[in-house]
């Protein structure tokens, strides 16, 4: 399993990336609304069924209904969401849901995939 520093650094790594992108655009790329806050942005969508928000340009997650942190790992899935749809000029989202092995080299990663996210988030 992952240590905790582990995550993040891998965090830390992607939020540099994605801090010099056009906001505007990631959201339109990755399906998420753009709200203003005071002073900011923040890009707004659902995760595992809850709303959050990623305060722009930290890319800090958030519940917007409740003050529940997001776990770290949960962040560093977000964050690289993020990249994937950033660097994606593919279709805009569905809706549709589509297995790991599914994604571009998922089934390479497919056995740390079950060990490192999904078994934990069950």
């Not at 930290?58 to 790992?73: C, G, K, V, W, Y």
Request: charge should be negative; proline fraction near 6%.
């Amino acid at each position: 399993m992952a240590r905790e520093d582990d995550y993040r650094n891998a965090a830390a790594i992607a939020r540099s990336d994605l801090a010099v992108k056009d906001p505007a655009l990631l959201a339109d790329r990755c399906g998420a609304g753009i709200a203003e806050k005071g002073s900011g942005t923040a890009l707004e969508f659902d995760f595992l069924g809850k709303p959050i928000q990623a305060a722009w340009p930290d890319l800090r997650f958030f519940r917007t209904d409740s003050d529940e942190d997001i776990p770290i790992q949960q962040q560093v899935l977000l964050l690289h969401y993020l990249q994937g749809a950033w660097q994606s000029s593919g279709p805009l989202i569905t809706g549709d849901w589509m297995a790991f092995q599914d994604v571009p080299e998922g089934r390479f990663y497919q056995d740390a995939f079950q060990r490192r996210a999904k078994l934990p988030l069950l």
